[in-house]
Nanobody
Framework: VQLQASGGGLVQAGGSLRLSCEASTHTFAQYTMAWFRQAPGKEREFVALISWTGSSTYYSDSVKGRFAISRDNSENKVYLQMNKLRPEDTAVYYC??????????????????WGQGTQVTVSS
């Protein structure tokens, strides 16, 4: 499985970005997908997940109400719409596929396939 993330960039505080992640797998629709992020000098942290059907989503408290995760199983893609961005959202963002089919997981140890990361920088 290969995951290709894109869509990062430089944006002013209050602005928006949409991240995309495309998976090269025939079983994409069977797995929970998630976004994590890692800021300089900090550990990687959970941002959002979406269930295999797209019917359930879960967000970290720091992004709830500002970010929205979605997926298109027909195109093997997962998205992260980021609104009202803040300087503290600056990080490398990674998409990931859960290790077990139909698992709902928030720990990075529960994901075994990762994208290469895309940099998001929010200026104040």
């Amino acid at each position: 499985v290969q995951l290709q993330a894109s869509g990062g960039g430089l944006v002013q505080a209050g602005g928006s970005l949409r991240l995309s992640c495309e998976a090269s797998t025939h079983t994409f629709a069977q797995y929970t997908m998630a976004w994590f992020r890692q800021a300089p000098g900090k550990e990687r942290e959970f941002v959002a997940l979406i269930s295999w059907t797209g019917s359930s989503t879960y967000y970290s408290d720091s992004v709830k109400g500002r970010f929205a995760i979605s997926r298109d199983n027909s195109e093997n893609k997962v998205y992260l719409q980021m609104n009202k961005l803040r300087p503290e959202d600056t990080a490398v963002y990674y998409c990931a596929q859960a290790s077990s089919p139909q698992a709902i997981a928030v720990r990075d140890s529960q994901y075994n396939y990762w994208g290469q990361g895309t940099q998001v920088t929010v200026s104040s």
